[in-house]
């Protein structure tokens, strides 16, 4: 897979073991429990030997012949947090089998010297006269003495490089901590042409995650003369980047200042990290594609959602346009946020717990609405940074940012949009109950703000998930309605010709447009063609950078993603928590089809179609968008606006239920072999 990918400058990086009959096998871990079915297959068999001076018990390779292994054990994933579904479907693999599959290049790691040769097996031997030197263009290894004995062997063509480990583990030849010969590069360039560290030894993390400053590694080792080679990188790291979640945003730390800029990547994502270098870095330029950069709340994954601070961020950001979800307050204030209850965006929990009452009409949870609350009862609360995956899989979002930033009213977001490179989407939901339950009029509380705002010069985008509330909108020549809908497997050409009579485009759902199934993608919807075929443009939503929201089939890349759905899809915009991402690649020559070196998208279903077994979906397909989904009757009339109380209003429901809106439908680098992938960053210089 890493193969599939690769450019010119893409080295396979094969940690070598040894079976007891010399074979060189290419596997991640010295204990083979790590990364294969072994113990299935050789129950109650395992050893304990000292190694590095550590009791460490496992099965190994040297106990086992080459053909043992190759019978009976078969690779399995040893990041539990990964899916399993290639589990067992590739042999181990020898060091021959993977040089016969031709690398551009081919990196061998040697780290246990030490201990083979105290079981009688000759690493060095194994290395000139089965494989030969003409065969490696990187040698490494975490042992002085084996790079110091191979330097007198290798031709100029074989570049040796020392490996360090943690800087408290004690190299095996001297004796000492990582830590302290790294202090000596000058020692080290007498018999290593570079070295590959562990990316924190140059940029550090401090106790909460974030980056530190920066070391004088790169540069230092530089000076002699030694390449630096930066390892560990993934693309599914629980701690990402600065709680960015975007791997291309790490990769570029390294390579962004020509004084400190690492000579490569060792990764398990080499797809990644060669966009990176070849067309992601240092673009501040014209987008190449038309496609819409449309916040989520505002850089929402940068700051708690809705906030002064998330709008400012998304405008540095880059976005063209940015969003207000409108909802109400008991004295009539129309403000931004995501939701109607404030318990998951702000402190409410902590102020209004009495105000917790039943709606179901709104949402199955109990909440304290904001309708039940005076904007100045809201304006004490504190925003609250939210991570839709921060419960089931502990990620979290920027907590240095936890309750950063202030709510604002749609009249100051409009004021702040106003005057800046920017265009605005309104995004109107609940209209129907808040003016027959609670006597708002949220769409006149919009239409009057708008206009006062005065953004004629503005693009406007007035979304909602009811056709009755764009219909109010028809004769506002200047503002572009857009139709939300819930997930759908497909558009009937009956179906866009009525969506085009109230609305001028459609939100859908990524899965809308390409079907999920198994982590992986299956096969893309009907849903844009149909829509473009009637002039109603398509935006997809939501667009997220952390890895457990990304198909299989783009890598945990969210780059790979926004690419997929602008080129290959071909939205008209999408709407995205972290808008700088999108921009990135937007703005890059990698969105340009036609440029030498492009981001390719990930045609859907073909990493499904080699998956080992075909399983029955796990979910039944959504239904298709009908002309009854889209057509909602007209809103109620706003009753009269009731006395203000300063008691808390009773528990329980706010009443029965109001009409509810149709439209609300309820690059590894494995390789087989656990191989990771080294990029050098010659691609800079290779004309891309």
């Given at each position: 897979m890493a193969l599939s990918s690769a450019a010119s400058d893409l080295a396979v990086l094969c940690n070598l073991q040894l079976t007891k009959d010399s074979v060189g096998l290419c596997v991640t871990s010295l204990n083979l429990e790590n990364t294969t079915n072994i113990e299935d297959s050789f129950p109650n068999a395992s050893k304990t030997y000292k190694i590095n001076g550590e009791d460490v018990k496992g099965y190994f390779a040297m106990d086992y012949s080459f053909k043992a292994l190759r019978?009976?054990?078969?690779?399995?994933?040893?990041?539990?947090?990964?899916?399993?579904?290639?589990?067992?479907?590739?042999?181990?693999?020898?060091?021959?089998?993977?040089?016969?599959?031709?690398?551009?290049?081919?990196?061998?790691?040697?780290?246990?010297?030490?201990?083979?040769?105290?079981?009688?097996?000759?690493?060095?031997?194994?290395?000139?006269?089965?494989?030969?030197?003409?065969?490696?263009?990187?040698?490494?290894?975490?042992?002085i003495g084996f790079l110091k004995k191979m330097a007198k062997k290798v031709t100029n063509d074989t570049r040796l490089i020392f490996t360090f480990l943690g800087p408290d583990a004690i190299e095996p030849t001297e004796k000492k901590k990582y830590s302290d010969i790294l202090k000596d590069l000058k020692a080290v360039r007498a018999f290593a042409s570079g070295?590959?560290?562990?990316?924190?030894?140059?940029?550090?993390?401090?106790?909460?995650?974030?980056?530190?400053?920066?070391?004088?590694?790169v540069a230092d080792a530089h000076k002699f003369d030694l390449e630096v080679f930066a390892a560990a990188f993934a693309n599914d790291i629980p701690g990402s980047y600065n709680y960015s979640y975007d791997p291309v945003a790490e990769y570029l730390q390294f390579i962004n200042d020509p004084n400190n800029m690492v000579d490569g990547f060792v990764t398990d994502f080499s797809q990644t990290a060669a966009n990176a270098i070849a067309c992601l870095a240092g673009n501040d330029t014209d987008k190449k594609v038309n496609a819409l950069i449309i916040t989520h709340n505002g850089a929402s994954g940068t700051y708690p959602g809705c906030t002064d601070l998330a709008y400012e961020q998304a405008v540095k950001d880059g976005a063209d346009i940015i969003d207000c979800s409108v909802q109400m307050s008991k004295d009539g204030v129309a403000f931004c946020l995501d939701s109607p209850d404030l318990a998951r965006d702000t402190t409410a929990m902590s102020t209004f717990l009495t105000r917790a009452v039943s709606i179901p009409e709104i949402q199955k949870e109990k909440g304290i609405f904001s309708f039940d609350l005076t904007w100045t009862e809201i304006q004490s609360l504190k925003p609250k940074m939210y991570s839709p995956f921060e419960q089931n899989s502990g990620l979290e979002r920027n907590p240095e940012a936890k309750n950063k930033g202030k709510l604002i009213s749609l009249g100051d977001f409009l004021g702040f949009a106003k005057t800046k490179?920017?265009?605005?989407?309104?995004?109107?939901?609940?209209?129907?109950?808040?003016?027959?339950?609670?006597?708002?009029?949220?769409?006149d509380a919009v239409t009057k703000t708008l206009k006062n705002a005065s953004l004629e010069k503005k693009q406007v985008m007035i979304q909602s998930d009811d056709s009755a509330v764009l219909s109010k909108f028809k004769g506002e020549s200047g503002y572009k309605r857009l139709l939300r809908f819930e997930e759908i497997s497909g558009v009937s050409k009956q179906a866009a010709e009525e969506v085009k009579k109230y609305a001028d485009g459609a939100v859908l759902s990524r899965r809308s447009l390409i079907d999920i199934d198994f982590d992986c993608t299956t096969k893309q919807t009907n849903a844009v063609k149909a829509l473009h075929d009637c002039n109603v443009s398509v935006y997809v939503y939501v667009m997220r950078n952390e890895f457990v929201h990304i198909p299989l089939d783009y890598?945990?890349?969210?780059?790979?993603?926004?690419?997929?759905?602008?080129?290959?899809?071909?939205?008209?915009?999408?709407?995205?928590?972290?808008?700088?991402?999108?921009?990135?690649?937007?703005?890059?020559?990698?969105?340009?089809?036609?440029?030498?070196?492009?981001?390719?998208?990930?045609?859907?279903?073909?990493?499904?179609?080699?998956?080992?077994?075909?399983?029955?979906?796990?979910?039944?397909?959504?239904?298709?968008?009908?002309?009854?989904?889209?057509?909602?009757?007209?809103?109620?009339?706003?009753?009269?606006?009731?006395?203000?109380?300063?008691?808390?209003?009773?528990?329980?429901?706010?009443?029965a239920q109001a009409p509810a809106p149709s439209s609300g439908m309820a690059v590894a680098a494995n390789f087989g072999f656990s191989l990771a992938a080294f990029m050098a960053l010659g691609l800079l210089s290779m004309g891309h």
């Open positions: 019978d009976k054990v078969t690779i399995v994933q040893n990041i539990l947090s990964r899916p399993d579904v290639f589990d067992n479907t590739c042999p181990l693999g020898s060091v021959e089998e993977v040089l016969h599959s031709r690398p551009p290049l081919f990196w061998l790691n040697v780290q246990y010297d030490s201990f083979y040769n105290e079981h009688k097996l000759n690493m060095s031997d194994y290395i000139e006269n089965t494989i030969g030197f003409q065969s490696i263009q990187y040698l490494s290894c975490t042992e070295i590959l560290v562990p990316k924190e030894y140059i940029w550090p993390l401090n106790a909460n995650g974030y980056l530190a400053q920066r070391t004088t590694l490179p920017v265009g605005v989407l309104i995004n109107i939901e609940n209209a129907r109950y808040l003016a027959s339950k609670m006597h708002l009029d949220v769409v890598y945990a890349d969210p780059t790979i993603e926004i690419a997929t759905y602008v080129i290959d899809v071909e939205v008209d915009g999408i709407i995205t928590e972290f808008p700088k991402t999108a921009s990135r690649y937007l703005r890059s020559p990698c969105a340009n089809i036609h440029a030498v070196y492009t981001i390719l998208a990930s045609p859907p279903g073909e990493l499904l179609k080699i998956l080992p077994k075909r399983l029955p979906s796990k979910d039944f397909p959504p239904p298709p968008l009908e002309i009854k989904d889209i057509v909602d009757p007209p809103l109620p009339p706003v009753g009269a606006v009731p006395v203000l109380d300063s008691k808390p209003p009773p528990q329980g429901p706010h009443g």
